[in-house]
């Protein structure tokens, strides 16, 4: 059975932090990650990987994959407290483009 | 502009009764999907139809029937609501493998 496993499950830290939020997986037939931010509605796209190694970026977050160990890192520097969310993970497999999600991390910033 | 949209939002309704949710996407994907997010916040894969065809379908009750009129509309039917059916379900659409979801429904089922 396809799996997908977050680390932590919950984060408290202050404004100005650098978190790194950890994800793990075992599927198959891997296409791609993906991280979603998921404030009080829906999830919302973060960011795609497909090739390990090659950073992705946009503003304060980036995001990694390392296809031979089988995770990602999703990093946030300077956080704020708009950056309080849960933060999922989710393993792109097969051609029907199935996802199967983390239980997510959650992500508390304090002032 | 609404790019996923359901309908309700909240739906409230008593054990054993049948219920349908609505979603449309005005994307011109050809791939849509039902989720289930329970009370600890775990999102899971129910079905996904491909241009009006089920392509995935999660060991789910068949008390839930998907049904797709066009690949613009995936709606969701569920028979004989249980208590343990009360969770946030979204629908999402995608071209490839970014998923795009929905505003989600409330179903409480009392």
Not at chain 2, 69 to 92: M, Q, R, T, W
Request: glycine residues 6%; aromatic residues 10%; contains cysteine.
């Amino acid at each position: 059975e396809d799996k997908v496993v977050q680390s932590p499950l919950s984060l408290v830290v202050h404004e100005g932090d650098t978190v790194t939020l950890n994800c793990s997986y075992e599927v198959t037939n891997f296409r791609s990650l993906l991280w979603y931010k998921q404030e009080k509605k829906a999830p919302t796209f973060l960011f795609m990987l497909t090739s390990s190694g090659i950073e992705k970026k946009s503003g304060r977050l980036s995001s990694i994959l390392d296809k031979k160990e089988l995770f990602s890192i999703l990093n946030i520097t300077a956080t704020q407290t708009g950056d309080s969310a849960i933060y999922l993970c989710a393993a792109t497999t097969g051609t029907a483009s199935k996802l199967t999600f983390g239980t997510g991390t959650r992500l508390q910033v304090t002032l | 502009d609404t790019a996923v949209s359901q309908t309700p939002k909240y739906l409230v309704t008593q054990m054993g009764n049948d219920k349908s949710i609505k979603c449309e996407q005005n994307l011109g994907h050809d791939t849509m999907y039902w989720y289930k997010q329970d009370s600890k916040k775990f999102l899971k894969i129910m079905f996904s139809y491909n241009n009006k065809e089920l392509i995935i379908n999660e060991t789910v009750p068949n008390r839930f029937s998907p049904k797709s009129p066009d690949k613009a509309h995936l709606n969701l039917h569920i028979n004989s609501l249980e208590l343990g059916d009360s969770a946030v379900y979204f629908c999402a659409s995608s071209h490839l493998d970014e998923q795009f979801f929905g505003p989600g429904t409330r179903l409480t089922v009392l």
